[in-house]
């Protein structure tokens, strides 16, 4: 009687092609080395460059820029949080476009006119808004977008030309937007002044997101760690808040 050894069944299929699961191996290997290529070469020579390029796009007014804004008397004032790039009449075109208005210069005139507007609950778009300084001076431009019906709350913004420009020769301008949400006297000075939000963020988005969708600034890009605290207060007392970014925006034609 012949006996019958019983052991694993035996693959006719690798008996006949011993080097096919090798082929497999192999086949999966360069597939591999393939996706790593692929990968390595979209790092390299597509998302590091654009990662450059957007870094080599910061104007260069934003390097070691001011953070702060301060009154006449050297207290610090309200935070720098927003800026756009180009000329003096995009500017100007561009608030225009999202429905803000120049602020009047401070006189006796627009003094008058603002005291009524709030006393008397009066409209006054171009009410004038009280002088921060920068660089040695008070804002180059000012501009408003009044809330109700009087100048007791509007969106304002505060604007300073900066003296460098970039590579195509266009101006920086840096500003602080804030809200004021209500009339009082100032807790430092005791003058009668407006006591702003403390969500300065909120302000500075509202006004970059405004512009994006009125097609005014090409993007919104973001300094990320500008302030160097991430609250304060002004020079009226009043305190803010900040995530300590700066957005901005390049103007367009």
Known sequence: MVSQEVGHPVDSEKLRHPAGGRREWLSTLRYGLIVVLVGYLAVAYVILPMGWRRYEKRHPALTNAPTLTHTKLGIPGD?????????EEQLIKAFHAIGWTEAEKIDLKSSVGIAESTVLDRPDAVAPVSSLYLFGRKQD????????????QRHHVRLWRCEEKDDQGRLFWIGSVTFDERVGLSHTTEEITHHISPDVDGERDGLLNSMLKAKQIEAIQYVDDFQPQAQGKNGGGDPWKTDQRLGWGTLID
């Open 141 to 152: 431009l000012a501009f408003e977008l009044p809330v109700g019906e009087s100048a007791r």
């Open 79 to 87: 935070p720098l949080n927003v800026g756009f790039v180009g000329s």
